[in-house]
């Protein structure tokens, strides 16, 4: 029986019910509660957890055609198009993609309008200033700003509550079923959005197109997302796009947690770093390009060696060069010592550095320039910011 | 003896002025926020961490007395408990920076008793002084103390003005000495480097306006969102109800000053009449420091559960509080002042007041010292960066 609580979420004929209190799904429900919707959004996490992994992002990229208070310089249609289509490979809905980037320019300003704020267009770690809006405090104070827009104009919020059931009569859905505050309750609805994230928080879900790779993997996102209404959407006949084995998969700390690292967890030492595997073999060419447009490849990278780890030795030039790292780094003044902490062969080791340095030209390094400087000779061959002090 | 000996005849050692527990929480804190950076916009405490790679010490009373308290990287934190990180910045800052106002302060054996209790100690002498004060002058001359005293001179008719000037001065000297001993022992603590005039003046500018408690260190001092109250709400009372204290104490500063020129410049003796500058100084400054002070008490309790350093509360409480009752039985005094209360709202007003500036140096006056170096180092280092 639903008691004092959940009574009033019960009782109401939702005209929306939101699944998913993350960026999208808030968006959703203020933009259907400013038309007159009533609307309830349902999230899975606790309050202090919740919005996804809103929690963990920064920035937005928006198209403008002049400088704003949140942007330098311009950043036309053309440019982000291009953008998109070299990081797709073309492999983009080009309609879709169209009404994104044109309504792109909308959003600093309908956010803003909203009680989000903006760091002045000033900063940017990446130098991202002229593409990338970045909130005052990160995703986290965003979504906050959202969530009191949002109540302040009706819209209701319950957390903690699982969806287990979505009631679909002629590809409608008129109802769905909510685990929430230890009662099953049946919520009436007259249309759904479902903005519940993936599944990558299931292992066992990520195995199926990982293999038992998946199991040593870091989940650097909210330990929420479970694909739970994926899940149950499928099972309802719903069509699966995209392909089991694809996510944005970087390198982050082996000493992270098990979920939720976020940001601080990842790992930015690669380019200035010689990657060995856990046979103390190099696998990959570190400094082939600039780090901001690289550093995506290498969870994949790792994914594919044995036992899904690596390890970035960094000498003593290379360590001022990149971001600080939430965990303090193993050191040793050999090789060899470095490397039997770590529990790798030393000698094996010392075996693929020393060919590293010996295959590396003499002279200073310069990150800033893809300057052409590459070790000769060797399987994987680096290029850029190669380094021979160790 | 120079101040430099006295530091060193103090025998206080620079690596470890600090609780070990409260610096290595803030060490352990801006480790993971250095990794992180989302919060750079806020205030100046983390574009200051982004200029360290690894942090000392030092670096904490640093960063420690650079954070306001305003709560606003604790409630934007992805972070924050119950992640597995447990980071909250205002509540380790807090904890390190009142740490250093006992570390930092002069002569050291007087700051542990002011460390545990605050608004005991502040009160009680307060009430001491101005009792003992009371008493004096009742006894001396009742008739007087009692008596209606109108025109030019009417309070010195009741205690001397060398007398009444004399106190102060033996206090000011030592607050004065023990104010730069603080300072000179925060600035070595620190590494704090003077770059110069502009630094100065970026600092004064950053108090004058209070740049860094609004939330977003580009706002001004209304459009800014405030300090929150959670993660559903925010307000700028505390800004300005801060401001208003600050701003307060200076009108009330600069009425004792022009005073003194009064007194000894053109031979005019207090009190004076309602609309000269002296009183209508010391009025205008009074009634805005009872009201920002009393703002600042309420808003002091209102400070969200997880940011607030209860440890401090009480030192903050009695700055408040002494602070409140300067304004107030001032402004009483001048109520009074043509009646025969005026000796004993003379005796309470001089006993409060001497008694605030006597504990000055271990009050959290001292905020604002440490502050104010704080933000000479951060211009210089966001100049030289």
Same mark, same amino acid.
């Given at each position: 029986m639903p008691n004092e609580i959940t009574k009033?979420?019960?009782?109401?004929?939702?005209?929306?019910?939101?699944?998913?209190?993350?960026?999208?799904?808030?968006?959703?429900?203020?933009?259907?509660?400013?038309?007159?919707?009533s609307v309830l959004v349902i999230d899975s996490a606790p309050r202090d957890m919740r919005g996804g992994n809103t929690r963990h992002t920064r920035n937005l990229r928006a198209m403008h055609d002049e400088p704003t208070d949140v942007l330098t310089d311009r950043y036309s249609f053309e440019e982000y198009w291009e953008d998109l289509m070299r990081v797709t490979k073309g492999v983009t809905n080009e309609h879709l993609a169209e009404v994104t980037l044109r309504g792109s320019q909308e959003l600093t300003h309908w956010l803003g309008a909203r009680g989000v704020r903006f760091q002045s267009a000033?900063?940017?770690?990446?130098?991202?200033?002229?593409?990338?809006?970045?909130?005052?405090?990160? &995703?986290? +104070?965003?979504?906050?700003?959202?969530?009191?827009? +949002?109540?302040?104009?009706?819209?209701?919020?319950?957390?903690?509550?699982?969806?287990?059931?979505?009631? *679909?009569?002629?590809?409608?859905?008129?109802?769905?079923?909510?685990?929430?505050?230890? %009662?099953?309750?049946?919520?009436?609805?007259? %249309?759904?959005?479902?903005?519940?994230?993936?599944?990558?928080?299931? *292992?066992?879900?990520?195995?199926? &197109?990982?293999?038992?790779? +998946?199991k040593n993997f870091l989940v650097r996102g909210t330990p929420y997302n479970k694909g739970k209404v994926l899940r149950v959407l499928l099972d309802r006949g719903a069509q699966m796009v995209g392909a089991l084995? %694809?996510?944005h998969a970087v390198a982050i700390d082996a000493r992270a947690p098990k979920y939720d690292g976020g940001i601080a967890s990842r790992i930015d030492a690669v380019p200035f770093a010689v990657v060995l595997n856990k046979n103390a073999e190099r696998f990959y060419d570190e400094g082939e390009d600039f780090w901001p447009k690289?550093?995506?490849?290498?969870?994949? *990278?790792?994914?594919? %060696?044995?036992?899904?780890?690596?390890y970035a030795i960094i000498d003593s030039d290379g360590v001022k060069r990149f971001m600080p790292s939430v965990f303090t780094a193993i050191t040793d003044n050999s090789i060899e010592g470095l490397t039997s902490q770590l529990g790798l062969d030393p000698k094996a080791a010392k075996k693929t550095v020393d060919s590293f340095n010996a295959a590396c030209p003499d002279g200073p390094i310069d990150q800033m320039v893809l300057d052409g400087r590459a070790t000769n000779g060797l399987n994987a061959r680096k290029n850029q910011l190669v380094s021979a002090n160790q | 003896m120079s101040l430099t000996d006295n530091?060193?005849?103090?025998?206080?050692?620079?690596?470890?002025?600090?609780?070990?527990? @409260? @610096?290595?929480?803030?060490?352990?804190?801006?480790?993971?926020?250095?990794?992180?950076?989302?919060?750079e916009g806020f205030c100046a405490v983390f574009p200051a961490m982004t200029r360290r790679r690894q942090f000392d010490e030092g670096d904490v009373g640093y960063l420690a007395n650079l954070c306001h308290n305003c709560g606003a990287c604790y409630h934007a934190c992805q972070y924050a408990p119950p992640h597995e990180f447990g980071v909250n910045v205002p509540q380790a800052l807090a904890a390190a920076r009142n740490d250093s106002y006992s570390a930092y302060a002069w002569p050291a054996p007087l700051a542990g008793l002011f460390r545990c209790n605050g608004l005991f100690v502040t009160l009680g002498v307060s009430a001491g002084l101005a009792i003992t004060v009371g008493l004096m002058l009742a006894m001396i001359a009742?008739?007087?103390?009692?008596?209606?005293?109108?025109?030019?001179?009417?309070?010195?008719?009741?205690?001397?003005?060398?007398?009444?000037?004399?106190?102060?001065?033996?206090?000011?000297?030592?607050v004065v000495v023990s104010f730069i001993m603080g300072w000179r022992r925060y600035w070595r603590h620190t590494g704090a480097k003077w770059g110069g005039f502009p630094d100065l003046v970026d600092a004064v500018k950053a108090s004058a306006t209070l740049r860094h408690l609004g939330g977003d260190t580009s706002s001004g001092i209304l459009s800014g969102p405030g300090c929150p109250t959670g993660d559903d709400g925010s307000s700028n009372a505390r800004r300005i109800y801060h401001q208003l204290t600050m701003y307060g104490f200076l009108l009330c500063f600069a009425a004792t000053s022009v005073g003194t020129i009064y007194h000894y410049g053109f031979g005019r003796e207090a009190p004076y009449g309602y609309f000269e500058l002296p009183v209508v100084l010391g009025t205008v400054g009074g009634i805005i420091l009872c009201i920002g002070t009393a703002g600042l008490f309420v808003e002091k309790r209102r400070l969200h559960p997880a940011v607030r350093h209860d440890e401090g509360l009480g030192m903050d409480y009695a700055f408040i509080v002494s602070l409140f009752f300067v304004s107030f039985t001032g402004l009483l005094l001048l109520a009074v002042r043509e009646t025969s209360f005026m000796g004993v709202t003379l005796a309470i007003h001089l006993g409060v007041v001497y008694g605030f500036f006597l504990i000055l140096p271990f009050s959290k006056f001292v905020h604002g010292l440490y502050r104010f170096a704080a933000l000479i180092a951060s211009a210089g280092e966001a100049r030289r960066s």
């Open positions: 009033p979420i019960v009782e109401k004929s939702w005209d929306i019910i939101v699944i998913g209190g993350g960026n999208a799904g808030v968006c959703a429900a203020i933009t259907a509660a400013e038309r007159g919707c000033l900063s940017g770690t990446l130098n991202l200033s002229h593409t990338n809006a970045f909130f005052l405090g990160g &995703g986290r +104070a965003m979504l906050n700003a959202l969530c009191r827009h +949002a109540e302040s104009i009706g819209i209701t919020f319950i957390y903690d509550a699982e969806v287990t059931n979505i009631e *679909l009569e002629n590809g409608f859905c008129e109802a769905i079923d909510v685990e929430w505050q230890g %009662q099953s309750l049946h919520l009436n609805c007259k %249309q759904l959005i479902t903005a519940a994230g993936g599944f990558e928080a299931d *292992l066992d879900w990520l195995a199926e &197109g990982w293999g038992d790779a +998946a084995d %694809q996510c690289r550093y995506a490849i290498w969870g994949r *990278l790792v994914a594919g %060696q044995p036992d899904q780890i690596a | 530091i060193e005849a103090d025998g206080f050692d620079l690596k470890a002025l600090l609780d070990p527990e @409260a @610096a290595g929480e803030v060490i352990r804190v801006m480790q993971i926020c250095n990794a992180c950076r989302y919060c009742p008739q007087l103390f009692w008596g209606i005293h109108l025109g030019e001179g009417a309070f010195y008719r009741i205690m001397p003005h060398t007398m009444m000037a004399a106190v102060p001065l033996a206090i000011s000297t030592f």
